[in-house]
């Protein structure tokens, strides 16, 4: 059955398998990894917590030593576009990326110190003791950037965050949401500040930027976690068994029957037909699916839901030590006695909906 069982995750997923189904058998290796990822998102993998996200803060420290080494390296850029990286792909990413690719930052001695300092956050919001994977940054996306919607590596990057350092502050600027999948069957737009922190279920949880950023930069540190004994090979192993048999066929549709020696045509709309209504035949958007990012491109921002989200930024009154979910309710992790929390947490109440 669906991983959690509520009425939106399957929907959710029942949508989005029907629309694997539909995927040519021209291209198999794509078909088999949207599978892989769908499967394990809506069947293989547990969830940890209630919504599969969450806004915190990040200690404040730590932000401010990631911000001066991205500001600093953001100017030896300016004086010199050579001296900083561009991030490495072994994949086409040019719709993601058509104008320039993202800069990758080394930033090795600060990553180690947040994927330490940061995992006590990570383990009382999953209830759940992690091993440390890698904390990989500081990404920085440039203008007309998008991500196509997508699950991480189920192996690795179970609990995870994405801790973001800073963007621009050009008046033409425009805020660029994570657009997030929820438990509930919710799509959430989440807008980040400098500081803040979304945790995320980032492999069982379909997320991404669709929509293309306006702004001249944008940067993140993501940092991942697994739990511990977390058998990853294993559940990779049972995703595969889960996937249907015969999915390397292609498209299956509805033929048109003949009555009488006539075409009886079964439409979308419902439409009269020798006196009666036909079957309504609704089939789902189109995807494409390239590696293992999807997309719907015959929808606004090339993600159908996009039409129908929740929007989120962190209330004001969020303090360090605490989180906002799906619900609204500000709560505690717990862990007040960590730098710059606060000892006076005060009971949950409600926020954080835009």
């Avoid at 209630?50 to 390296?73: H, K, T």
């Avoid at 800069?103 to 990570?122: T, Y």
């Avoid at 540190?221 to 977390?230: A, I, K, M, N, S």
Wanted: hydrophobic share 30%.
């Amino acid at each position: 059955d669906y991983l959690p069982p509520t009425p939106g995750w399957r929907a959710l997923h029942a949508r989005r398998l029907s629309q694997i189904a539909l995927l040519p058998a021209s291209d198999p290796s794509s078909k088999y990894n949207a599978y892989m990822s769908a499967v394990h998102s809506a069947f293989v993998a547990p969830n940890f917590t209630e919504y599969g996200w969450a806004l915190s803060r990040a200690p404040d420290e730590l932000v401010d030593a990631l911000s001066a080494r991205l500001l600093s390296q953001l100017e030896l850029h300016d004086d010199d576009p050579s001296s900083v990286p561009m991030e490495g792909y072994d994949h086409d990413v040019s719709g993601e990326y058509p104008l320039q690719y993202p800069l990758l930052i080394p930033n090795s001695h600060l990553n180690s110190r947040a994927l330490e300092e940061l995992l006590p956050l990570h383990e009382a919001w999953a209830h759940v003791p992690l091993i440390g994977n890698n904390a990989y940054g500081l990404r920085v996306y440039r203008n007309r950037s998008n991500l196509q919607m997508h699950v991480d590596e189920s192996s690795t990057h179970v609990v995870s965050s994405i801790l973001h350092v800073g963007h621009d502050a050009h008046p033409d600027s425009e805020p660029w949401p994570l657009v997030l999948e929820d438990f509930k069957g919710n799509t959430n737009e989440i807008y980040l500040e400098k500081g803040d922190m979304l945790f995320y279920e980032s492999s069982k949880c379909f997320h991404g930027r669709p929509k293309r950023f306006r702004g001249e930069w944008y940067s993140s540190l993501f940092v991942h976690y697994y739990p511990e004994g977390w058998e990853g090979e294993e559940v990779n192993l049972e995703s595969h068994f889960r996937i249907p048999p015969g999915w390397e066929r292609g498209p299956e549709r509805k033929k048109k029957k003949k009555e009488n020696n006539r075409e009886e045509v079964k439409t979308k709309e419902g439409e009269m037909y020798n006196g009666r209504t036909e079957e309504v035949i609704v089939e789902p958007e189109r995807l494409v699916v390239t590696e293992t990012s999807f997309k719907e491109p015959d929808c606004e921002h090339e993600w159908c839901a996009m039409k129908n989200t929740i929007k989120w930024k962190m209330p004001e009154e969020l303090k360090f030590g605490q989180f906002v979910s799906g619900d609204g309710v500000i709560r505690s992790l717990g862990l007040e006695s960590l730098s710059n929390a606060n000892a006076d947490v005060d009971d949950d109440y409600g926020a954080g909906e835009l």
